[in-house]
């Protein structure tokens, strides 16, 4: 069982940056498909970003690329999300997300992923 517990959201004037970071209780298995989502009321969770744990390689949304950077601490078991270029539809409640993986095929889908945070609050003002 992998606990996640996001920190370091918070209020932000548009143009500002973040940064968001994932600590997990253990890692039980060797791999891991690790990720970030976001969520504002009345709409999908929507993926942003992941990174497979055993070749780091990252992948984006669209409307995120650019802006936002993935990154992962396996030493201290910590995922990061770094969020620059703020804009105020960044605003929304951002969750980290974790899946055991065999073959790495880490996909920015909310059904790929079986343990969650509980979420961190992201708003930015204009």
């Known amino acids: 069982q992998v606990q996640l517990a996001e920190s370091g959201g918070g209020s932000v004037q548009a143009g500002g940056s973040l940064r968001l970071s994932c600590t997990a209780s253990?890692?039980?298995?060797?791999?891991?498909?690790l990720a970030w989502f976001r969520q504002t009321p009345g709409k999908e969770r929507e993926g942003l970003a992941t990174i497979d744990t055993g070749t780091t390689l990252r992948a984006y949304a669209d409307s995120v690329k650019g802006r936002f950077t993935i990154s992962h601490s396996v030493a201290e078991k910590v995922l990061y999300l770094d969020l620059d270029s703020l804009n105020p539809e960044d605003t929304a409640m951002y969750f980290c997300a974790a899946a055991s993986t065999l073959s790495g095929s880490c996909a920015l889908t909310h059904s790929t992923y079986n343990y969650w945070g509980q979420g961190t609050q992201v708003t930015v003002s204009s």
């Open positions: 253990t890692y039980a298995y060797h791999r891991y498909c």
